[in-house]
Nanobody
């Protein structure tokens, strides 16, 4: 399985970006998917997750109300719409896929069965 993240770039604070994560090699429609990020000098942190059918989502408090996660199982693709970006959102964003996202949401794990290669988001203040 390969996860290909794209859509990162440089944006001013208050701006928007939309990240995409395309899966290939296997249909992940029965897997949860999520986004993580890692800022320079910091540990990787969970950002958002979506259930296999898209009916359930979860966000870390710092992005709640600003980011929206979605998926299109017909295209085997997940998205992260990021609005009202802040300088503290600057990080490499990774997409991931795992059977469920419960451990991510509970803060018990940042492990995943599948990972994408990351896309850099830089927010200038």
């Amino acid at each position: 399985v390969q996860l290909q993240a794209s859509g990162g770039g440089l944006v001013q604070a208050g701006g928007s970006l939309k990240l995409s994560c395309a899966a290939s090699g296997r249909n992940l429609s029965t897997y949860a998917m999520g986004w993580f990020r890692q800022a320079p000098g910091k540990e990787r942190e969970f950002v958002a997750a979506i259930s296999w059918g898209g009916g359930s989502t979860y966000y870390v408090d710092s992005v709640l109300g600003r980011f929206t996660i979605s998926r299109d199982n017909a295209k085997n693709t997940m998205y992260l719409q990021m609005n009202s970006l802040k300088s503290e959102d600057t990080a490499v964003y990774y997409c991931a896929s795992h059977p469920t996202y419960g451990a991510w949401a509970a803060g018990r794990s940042t492990d995943s069965e599948y990972w994408g290669q990351g896309t850099l988001v830089t927010v200038s203040s």
